[in-house]
């Protein structure tokens, strides 16, 4: 129990201080729930920042994306493509690897401010190689479920924070990440 205490306040704190860090640079998620809440103009573009720890190890990671989502016909619910950097570091291995990934995502627009969705992502690049150069690689697949709220800014544009419950499929691995981002209405 201690160990997973511990894990959470590391998380925590770090998520904290990370997004003490990144709002000024970019409000910005590996995955989001952002969906356009206008039911005409169903186009979303939203840049993402975030922040996680792997659970069965004491690994933690940041990362960047960008995402198109497209609300479905009048309807709350959306489909999007994202392409996701991150970069994991390994505390008791002393490694670090960074990671581009492609995923699609689906999300519910609950109300007009909360969302839930599922994604399924595939890593093709990054640097857990001898030279540490990025190389195309057949990467690890990855899904989540997360949770998000959007606040409006005005009647084209809106900040969003999500949690999300990853699943590495290929490591067998779970993490969670705290995610910031911003988006608008195409």
Known sequence: MSIYYNRVTKLLLRTIMYTMLLIP???A???????????EKKGFMSLAGSYGQVFERDAHFFGFSGEYSRRLNKVPIGIAGSLMWDQETDVKKDKVVSTFTAAITGSYLISERWSVGTGLGKGFMDTDNKDKNYKFTSGDWSTALFFGYLIPLNLKSSLGLSASYEYNISGKETSFSIDLSYGFTM
């Open 25 to 27: 640079v970019i409000a």
């Open 29 to 39: 998620a590996q995955l989001n729930a952002n969906i356009s809440r206008d039911a």
